[in-house]
């Protein structure tokens, strides 16, 4: 019953910028932290961004995108945005979505129990 989908993936250029949507149906994603992965090709999924239930929803990013990335949620239309800005070709990767029943942010996927199927981005010249 629970689905989450992700659309917004595309190509665009080294240094342009993308937003990413994670739309839910069947769960109420003010309720749970959502947490954006990236994987790579010939790479192992990784978490990126994540944003938490908590009032203004508290945010976390790893590294390579932190000051790139960010999260946020529209509560109205139950969705989670992936805002990338200053992409760059190490960001081409498929980017998924995923929620489940803990709350706050953790970033082994182990730890998420829905996720979307993904949406591609392409960062090339």
């Known amino acids: 019953q629970v689905q989450l989908v992700e659309s917004g993936g595309g190509l665009v250029q080294p240094g342009g910028s993308l937003r990413l949507a994670c739309t839910a149906s069947?769960?109420?994603?003010?309720?749970?932290?959502v947490q954006w992965f990236r994987q790579a090709p010939g790479q192992r999924r990784r978490a990126i961004s994540c944003i938490d239930p908590s009032p203004g929803g508290i945010s976390a990013s790893v590294d390579s995108v932190r000051g790139r990335f960010t999260v946020s949620r529209d509560s109205a239309k139950n969705i989670v945005y992936l805002q990338m800005d200053n992409l760059k070709a190490e960001d081409t990767a498929d980017y998924y979505c995923?929620?489940?029943?803990?709350?706050?942010?953790?970033?082994?996927?182990?730890?998420?129990?829905?996720w979307g199927r993904g949406t591609r981005v392409t960062v090339s010249s």
């Open positions: 069947g769960l109420t994603l003010d309720d749970h932290s």
């Open positions: 995923a929620t489940g029943k803990i709350s706050a942010c953790f970033d082994d996927e182990d730890d998420y129990d829905y």
